[in-house]
């Protein structure tokens, strides 16, 4: 019977934890690594509502993207919601693993997944990491020209975005050039510049990095749960490709937390 430790071996073969960045805490958060796996649920944050799912849908080990333990625990006392959630799962013998900015910095990662769906060709890594430029955040490559209003459509169809926040001050008409970073990618606005890109497709955007930059590259916030949505999609193809006997499923009763009216 596959195990914990098989699921994670694998994962951490595609996306190894060393690429994750220093503040992160990818790998396995909860559960016994040699408990056998009876089916896993896949979703982007572990919730009541995914923890409950699971549960039902009789999953003993939740793979989430977000860790649910992300800051050091100094307590079980079920305080908080982090705390009450890790209890619930011990509870339920549910593990939960998690891959973050490995997933995110590994080639083939979350932005590759988004440039894909944009139909983003000729990929390169927007801020390779010194020792391996084949890993790293971001991606930058190249799509067939499309006016900027048809792109923008484009990309909040293709992610299904219910507002899309751009800059309107950016004077580029056609757009050739694309990088993209999925989550919170601000940070990667003045490398999407210096590599020539005409738009950074991301997340988390703050008002002052739209005035600042805004003119010098069309900047595209498409939220960042639904920049990283597709990091399910990378989980579940590791898992089948290794264990295509093993039930896997998307979390149905996952959703984004921010809504708007």
């Known amino acids: 019977m596959v195990k914990v430790k098989d699921i994670a071996e694998v994962i951490e073969s595609f996306a190894p934890k060393s690429l994750q960045e220093s503040y992160d805490n990818a790998g396995l958060q909860v559960g016994d690594p040699e408990m056998g796996v009876a089916a896993a649920l896949l979703c982007l944050d572990v919730t009541d509502d995914v923890l409950k799912e699971a549960k039902e849908r009789e999953c003993n080990l939740i793979v989430s993207h977000h860790p649910l333990i992300f800051r050091g625990l100094k307590q079980l006392t079920g305080s908080d919601s982090t705390q009450r959630l890790v209890m619930e799962a011990l509870k339920n013998n549910i593990a939960v693993y998690s891959a973050h900015t490995n997933l995110d910095s590994v080639w083939d990662g979350v932005s590759h997944e988004i440039a894909r769906k944009l139909s983003v060709k000729e990929l390169e890594v927007l801020e390779p990491q010194p020792q391996n430029p084949k890993a790293g955040l971001g991606v930058v490559g190249n799509i067939k020209p499309l006016p900027k209003i048809e792109f923008l459509r484009k990309i909040k169809e293709t992610f299904n975005v219910a507002a899309l926040r751009y800059s309107s001050q950016s004077p580029t008409l056609v757009?050739?050039?694309?990088?993209?970073?999925?989550?919170?990618?601000?940070?990667?606005?003045?490398?999407?510049?210096?590599?020539?890109?005409?738009?950074l497709v991301t997340g988390d955007v703050k008002y002052h990095d739209f005035t600042t930059y805004g003119d010098e590259l069309i900047i595209a916030?498409?939220?960042?749960?639904?920049?990283?949505?597709?990091?399910?999609?990378?989980?579940?193809?590791?898992?089948?490709?290794?264990?295509?006997?093993?039930?896997s499923y998307f979390s149905n009763s996952e959703s984004n937390p921010i809504k708007i009216l």
């Open 175 to 199: 757009v050739r050039r694309v990088a993209v970073c999925g989550g919170a990618g601000a940070s990667l606005i003045s490398s999407s510049i210096k590599a020539k890109a005409d738009i």
């Open 221 to 247: 916030d498409i939220g960042h749960y639904e920049s990283e949505l597709c990091s399910r999609d990378i989980l579940l193809r590791v898992i089948r490709e290794n264990f295509p006997d093993l039930p």
